[in-house]
């Protein structure tokens, strides 16, 4: 179980930072990431399956806001889905989108009743911040890796 807890932490906060010589490199970066992305991540370790799609808005306030699901499938449990939303605090600093969780809500959809072994609410600190690299950045697609978990997140413009 300390081992889902690792993964949706840092998936979480790698949510809610690749630069490209196309077009659109004449604008800064921060403008290139405003609006809104529909994002999906993956991650397995030691078993344990986490896959995320979320939608993400990025806000010229430095705010972001986010919405989606996630699905964990671990030997020891059935299959779990959340539903989760977020806000955060975003800035671009040398190459990487630096987010700082504000406040979330995570709802187990699948089967409620397990949240007494797995309650995801409960164990996910606020305020927890992730610097994610940006690999690729352009009119229509964002892809970032998580420092803190190596997880690779893509996203495309909506």
Known sequence: ???????VLFFLASLV????????????????????????????KDGTNVEMDAEVSYVRNGKANVIGEMTINASELPELTYAFSATSEWQYKDGYLIETIEDYNIVNVS????????????????NIS?????????????????????MVTNCTKL
Request: hydrophobic fraction near 30%; include cysteine; aromatic fraction near 4%.
């Open 1 to 7: 179980m300390g081992n889902i807890k690792g993964i």
């Open 17 to 44: 930072g690749c630069v490209s010589s196309e077009n659109i490199e004449h604008k800064p970066v921060e403008s290139r990431l405003y609006g809104t992305w529909e994002c999906q991540a993956s991650d397995k």
């Open 111 to 126: 089967h409620p009743g397990l949240d007494k072994v797995a309650d995801l609410q409960s164990f996910v600190p606020k």
């Open 130 to 150: 992730d610097s994610s690299k940006i690999l690729v950045l352009n009119e229509s697609n964002l892809k970032l890796k998580s420092e803190s978990a190596g």
